[in-house]
């Protein structure tokens, strides 16, 4: 079993759709990443949270510690929202590296 | 401040020569990261660096990698010896210390073995 799991792999929405990915994760953390990666192939830092919930702009992720589980939630969506989506959790070796998921692939479809 | 650099964008090489991948930090930053990223697949850790110091490097291939990362310059990631399956996108990430704080990303050196 993956200590990450995203869902769902691939997801196609229109243009103004709401959207949810979801993340889980086995192992224990202090803080869960959410990275961009657009078709270009570079990533962004999208959110790091440790609780509750974090906004930026249509962007929206939540946390849920007790359960291990995150979610992205894009409102709005556009066209050039179109990117991978990937959520990354600190392995328990306390050296800051990353685990990822394996990526959640959004097309927005104008 | 510049964000994260790497070069080459692209490094093409032949099986058998080797490759030199590039990682300049964001200033400020003394602790690296090194993800590589299969085709089709996720992105997976290699090493981690701190100045003149590796720290974790139990991502790492065990033979024909290694990493460094100089009192000056950039952290290298080296590969002897390439085989087509070293063909990948190679990300290094910084952070200005190694506690799970966020990492900025540089755009990736794409590798291919001909």
């Known amino acids: 079993k993956n200590e990450v799991e995203q869902s769902p792999q691939n997801l196609t929405a229109q243009e103004g759709e709401f959207i949810t990915i979801n993340c889980s994760y086995s192992?224990?953390?202090?803080?869960l990443h959410w990275l961009q990666q657009h078709p270009g192939g570079g990533i962004v830092s999208l959110f790091m949270?440790?609780?509750g919930k974090k906004k930026h702009g249509r962007l929206i992720a939540t946390i849920n510690i007790q359960e291990k589980h995150s979610s992205l939630h894009i409102t709005a969506s556009h066209p050039r929202d179109s990117a991978v989506y990937i959520c990354?959790?600190?392995?328990?070796?306390?050296?800051?590296?990353?685990?990822f998921g394996q990526g959640t692939t959004l097309q927005v479809k104008p | 401040n510049a964000g994260v650099m790497q070069n080459p964008r692209h490094l093409v090489r032949r099986r058998g020569q080797e490759a030199r991948l590039r990682c300049s930090p964001m200033k400020g930053h003394s602790h690296v990261y090194w993800y590589r990223q299969l085709p089709e697949e996720g992105l997976k850790f290699m090493v981690y660096?701190?100045?003149?110091?590796?720290?974790?490097e139990s991502g790492m291939p065990k033979e024909r990698f290694s990493a460094e990362f100089p009192k000056e310059g950039p952290s290298i990631l080296r590969i002897q010896q390439v085989v087509r399956g070293d063909s990948a996108a190679y990300f290094c990430?910084?952070?200005?210390?190694?506690?799970?704080?966020?990492?900025?990303f540089g755009p990736g050196t794409r590798l291919l073995v001909l």
């Open positions: 990354a959790v600190p392995s328990e070796s306390n050296t800051g590296k990353l685990i």
């Open positions: 660096l701190q100045k003149e110091n590796i720290i974790d």
């Open positions: 990430a910084s952070s200005p210390s190694g506690n799970g704080e966020t990492q900025y």
């Open positions: 192992v224990g953390i202090s803080a």
């Open positions: 949270l440790s609780s």
